[in-house]
């Protein structure tokens, strides 16, 4: 049979396929799991060169050292996809590529096993196909022999960047103790997650996904820097998942953890296995999660008033809506409660995420997107007067079932010719069924988008505060003012407006005066000026020219 691979040329170009340079720790550490170690010692800070000339830069070397079986044959190691593990090892589906990244990002490497020593060049050994075969044909028979396997390395770059800064990642290995640099590395596997869900107030489950334990948390806030939210520990080595923005499993209230001692229930991505294939394993492991968590969720959410499971009012929106997003009919219609959204007529920043009974639903429309009022304004106001809520796609049905009115236009019914008016605005609701129906309001802010303002009050006392009240609902930032930016300037115009329109003049404008908020009265005589105040203290004041 023809050779179909170019071995020379592929191991000329093997550092190209690894990722990740910090992840070769792992793959060793793994190899030394795989021999049956028990205690694996790293080292990145070393006092000596030793085994390497005294010239070495000390920066460079990393020892890994193990108390393992040790290797026998040489070739096992150096090969492409060739190993000599174990039945139970094989299981695992290893690669027999994790010696040669360390081969790729070292400059020279010794190696003390079973079988001996061995120096190498790393560069001649992937490079000249004469060196290789120098070394795989040595005859080791006559010289010293060691107890587990000592890995020496003079890397590239500072051994310390061969490292992950986060220890975390070294902590998926339950049965061997690790130290580095003198630290010894706490295991944080399956028993000591679930200890830790278990005391929280988290809702927790576990069971078991093709032989190997899962467990599931909802609750508080749960997104943690990898590898604590959701990770998959592959015999010890940690991967974490991330899934598409509206899986159940993408919501930050929900995390997962599986821990795989047995079988190849997924598939991980060769060569550096940072990854999880996204196949049909991966999807039938994707399925059976949602299926447990939507199990979980219907169980919090069918008792929900009941329930002292709670997550804070955004967490438990947030599961609510994801629950609708991804469950089935059947599961929803045992739902008796809605994640909603209310002022949708407001700024998308201001718009309040609530969770709904049927109960409170009582007299209440609804809309499926944020609506303009004109089709131009954004509406401040008191929301518990006109009773809408906003819903996305997926719920409204449930809503039309209730027999909900679904909103499809808002207008107001007044005249919008001068900035302030001193009555009561009269909102107009049009019905997808096309009937209408009028609110009358307290008061109201409109604002469009180009600062086109439209203030309702009752009286001109409340021109200002209906301002104030409101005007966070409706204030959208661009890229040219901030906030408060907008804000200000807004205020302006209404305190010019009142002047112009009402003869009222803000106290804001006399703010060169002394504690001027708080002004009652100010009297002008020739040369002198005398404050009033609303305490009923006083302050009189020289004028001068020109000072």
């Not at 071995?7 to 170009?13: E, H, I, N, R």
């Not at 174990?86 to 990002?105: C, K, R, S, V, W």
């Not at 075969?133 to 890995?151: A, L, M, N, R």
């Amino acid at each position: 049979m023809k050779n179909l691979v170019n071995a020379d040329k592929l191991y000329s170009v093997i550092g190209n396929f690894f990722t990740d340079n910090e992840n070769m720790l792992l793959e060793l550490i793994q190899n030394a799991q795989r021999g049956k170690a028990t205690k694996i010692t790293v080292q990145t800070r070393h006092d000596t060169t030793e085994p390497f000339a005294k010239d070495t830069d000390k920066t460079k070397i990393l020892s890994i050292k193990d108390n393992g079986q040790g290797i026998k044959d040489i070739v096992a190691l150096l090969g492409i996809a060739i190993s000599d593990w174990e039945t139970d090892i094989d299981e695992q589906e290893p690669a027999g590529m994790g010696f040669l990244q360390l081969l790729a990002l070292s400059e020279q490497i010794v190696i003390r096993s079973k079988f001996g020593e061995l120096k190498l060049n790393s560069k001649a050994f992937l490079q000249y196909p004469a060196y290789r075969q120098q070394i795989v044909t040595t005859d080791f028979s006559k010289g010293d022999k060691y107890e587990g396997t000592e890995i020496y390395a003079v890397m590239k770059e500072s051994s310390g960047l061969y490292v992950k800064g986060n220890y975390e990642w070294y902590t998926g290995y339950s049965d061997i103790q690790i130290v580095i640099n003198g630290e010894k590395i706490i295991p944080n596997c399956f028993q000591a997650r679930l200890d830790r869900a278990v005391n929280s107030k988290n809702i927790c489950k576990t069971c078991e996904y093709k032989g190997n334990s899962l467990l599931i948390e909802i609750g508080e806030y749960l997104y943690l820097s990898p590898p604590n939210g959701n990770t998959v520990n592959w015999y010890g080595q940690l991967v974490d998942l991330c899934f598409e923005y509206k899986s159940l499993l993408r919501n930050s209230h929900v995390r997962f953890y599986y821990e795989i001692s047995q079988g190849t229930p997924l598939t991980m991505r060769y060569p550096d296995r940072t990854a999880i294939c996204r196949d049909e394993k991966y999807a039938e492991f994707e399925k059976f999660l949602s299926k447990q968590i939507t199990g979980m969720l219907i169980d919090l959410f069918s008792d929900y008033e009941k329930s002292n499971k709670r997550f804070g009012r955004y967490g438990d929106y947030c599961l609510l809506y994801s629950l609708y997003q991804n469950a089935s009919k059947r599961d929803l219609k045992k739902l008796t409660v809605y994640p909603v959204i209310k002022h949708p007529f407001a700024n998308s920043e201001y718009q309040d995420n609530a969770i709904f009974t049927k109960d409170d639903l009582e007299g209440y429309s609804f809309c499926r997107k944020s609506i303009e009022i004109k089709e131009d304004y954004l509406l401040g106001a008191d929301y518990d007067e006109i009773k809408c809520c906003q819903v996305d796609e997926r719920i409204a049905p449930y809503l039309i079932d209730l027999g909900i009115p679904e909103v499809t236009e808002v207008n107001i019914v007044n005249d919008l010719d001068q900035m302030i008016n001193l009555k009561r605005p009269l909102l107009e609701l049009v019905f997808a069924d096309e009937s209408s129906k009028q609110i009358v309001l307290s008061q109201a802010l409109l604002l469009s988008d180009c600062d086109e303002m439209y203030i309702f009050a009752e009286n001109e006392d409340e021109v200002l505060s209906v301002f104030e009240s409101y005007c966070e609902m409706v204030i959208q930032t661009d890229d040219e003012r901030s906030y408060d930016e907008i804000e200000n300037d807004l205020r302006e115009l209404v305190i010019d407006e009142m002047s112009n329109t009402l003869n009222i003049v803000s106290n804001s404008r006399f703010n060169f005066l002394p504690k001027y908020y708080n002004l009652r009265n100010i009297e002008f005589s020739v040369g002198n000026l005398a404050l009033k105040y609303e305490d009923g203290t006083t302050k009189k004041m020289k004028l001068k020219k020109n000072i």
